[in-house]
């Protein structure tokens, strides 16, 4: 069973950083497109970053030019780093893998989109404080 572990969430005031990384088991990073989802209370699940296995990114454009995401794949893990935090990026993330296998066909909202992915973590929380 395809395992997928996020850490790294926390609280951090507005303009601070944070670094979440995801450990996948049963999964290869680099078999197809994987990202950072994220999910306020009360609120859709929707894409914040993801990376294929062709090695282009996309971002959401509320989080472009703050957020990036790697990969290493030597460790079969996945990290968004976070800057410039905002209070709206408060949310559950999560890392969710078993995307589209190719970015080139593929739309963004597309590769943004939460139905795209076949595995999920299990969240993990960020807030951010004004």
């Known amino acids: 069973q395809v395992q997928l572990v996020e850490s790294g969430g926390g609280s951090v005031q507005a303009g601070g950083s944070l670094r979440l990384s995801c450990a996948a088991s049963r999964y290869s990073i680099g078999s197809s497109c994987m990202g950072w989802f994220r999910q306020a209370p009360g609120k859709e699940r929707e894409g914040v970053a993801i990376?294929?296995?062709?090695?282009?990114?996309t971002y959401a454009d509320s989080v472009k030019g703050r957020f990036t995401i790697s990969k290493d794949n030597g460790k079969n893990t996945l990290a968004l780093q976070m800057n410039s935090l905002k209070p709206e990026d408060t949310a559950m993330y999560y890392c969710?893998?078993?995307?589209?296998?190719?970015?080139?066909?593929?739309?963004?909202?597309?590769?943004?989109?939460?139905?795209?992915?076949?595995?999920w973590g299990q969240g993990t929380q960020v807030t951010v404080s004004s």
């Open positions: 969710a893998a078993g995307g589209p296998n190719r970015s080139r066909w593929s739309s963004p909202s597309l590769l943004l989109s939460r139905l795209e992915y076949a595995y």
């Open positions: 990376h294929c296995n062709d090695d282009t990114t």
